[in-house]
């Protein structure tokens, strides 16, 4: 059975601050030349993209090795012809899907952004980036229809990170949840799916979203520096919790629950597979290489989040280069 993706709309009640910024005055030059540049790279899905691609959604389009029950005894005991190529469809589908749907959560946040960052330069870049999360909405929703011909449902992972991130009314949550996490994570998966896909089109996807999603990590950096120093108390352990939680929730999200049962597989041992998988650790672990060293410029990375990360397998990327 084949899952059903419920095309009816979800609603989150959402308080909205809104800011006006009545001087116009530039505070931070860097965004306006971020701004500049989001302008000069604007890219059109419908015709910069190769649509007349043929693409066989039962191929290996991306390395089965982010297969999470890949090189388990699950899957050496698959049939190549009969099930292998289902499971690729199927999970090609599921990872793909959620990038859609974070790309809508991305859509509808910085929609928000627009209205509560505090300065007319900041409003400015989100406003671009609205139109960047669009398009990729676009791109994604196109490919995942008439390509693999499969779209699943959010993960409820997913799901409830994005819900957080809208539903919440500090401007900074927005950004530290989308800007630095959400998108963060998206980079890193994006490197890796860019560097494994064999799939001519679904790089070219991803290399263009690439260079979006890094404009809009460099934006929450941008706008974020100097917020949480000398913050202390409840207000910050607010930020932390928040930061840990979010990270656990995003490591969970690329396990593919929703698809074994789907595709006909034991669903337990699948899962007890993919959570043992080596592999799929590194892969989970290395997703974070883009957040970790931007929650420590931010000056978020407090011994308690330190022990969170640590917690998470993660600590290890503090010491990299910010990519934003």
């Known amino acids: ?73 699950i899957w050496q005991k698959l049939d190549p012809v009969r099930e292998i190529p289902k499971v690729r469809q199927h999970v090609v589908s599921y990872l793909l899907s959620n990038f859609l749907h974070g790309e809508q959560g991305a859509l509808l946040a910085t929609s928000q952004i627009v209205a509560a960052a505090p300065t007319a330069e900041s409003k400015l870049y989100a406003a671009a980036q609205v139109f960047d999360e669009a398009r990729h909405v676009e791109a994604y929703n196109r490919y995942l229809n008439e390509k693999i011909q499969l779209v699943y449902p959010p993960s409820p992972h997913l799901k ?44 070219q996807i991803t290399q263009l979203i690439m260079q979006d999603e890094a404009r809009h990590v460099a934006y929450g950096v941008m706008s974020l520096r100097g917020q949480y120093e000398g913050m202390t108390g409840s207000e910050l352990r607010d930020r932390e919790d928040f ?72 600590l290890e990327y503090e010491t990299w280069e910010p990519s934003a």
């Not at 419908?46 to 005894?73: F, H, K, N, Q």
């Not at 699948?270 to 290489?289: G, H, K, Y």
């Open 243 to 314: 930061v840990i939680e979010s990270s656990r929730l995003l490591r969970d999200r690329f396990l593919a629950q929703e698809v074994w049962a789907t595709v006909g597989l034991p669903q337990a041992e699948c899962e007890a597979a993919a959570n043992a998988s080596v592999t799929m650790q590194m892969f989970r672990r290395l997703l974070f290489s883009k957040i970790v060293p931007n929650i420590k410029r931010l000056g978020l990375l407090t011994p308690y989040v330190r022990q969170g990360f640590e917690e998470l397998g993660i």
């Open 160 to 203: 409830q990170l994005l819900d957080t991130v809208l539903a919440d009314s500090r401007w900074d949550f927005k950004f530290l949840g989308m800007q630095i996490l959400i998108e963060g994570l998206a980079l890193g998966a994006f490197g890796l799916i860019h560097q494994t896909a064999e799939e001519p089109l679904i790089k």
């Open 1 to 73: 059975m084949d899952p059903i993706l419920d095309h009816t709309v979800d609603h989150v009640l959402a308080s909205q601050d809104v800011a006006y910024d009545w001087s116009y005055a530039a505070r931070r030059p860097e965004l306006g030349t971020l701004y500049e540049k989001s302008k000069d790279l604007m890219w059109n899905a419908r015709t910069t993209l190769a649509w007349d691609t043929d693409v066989d959604p039962e191929r290996e389009l991306v390395s089965d090795a982010m297969i999470p029950i890949y090189g388990t005894e």
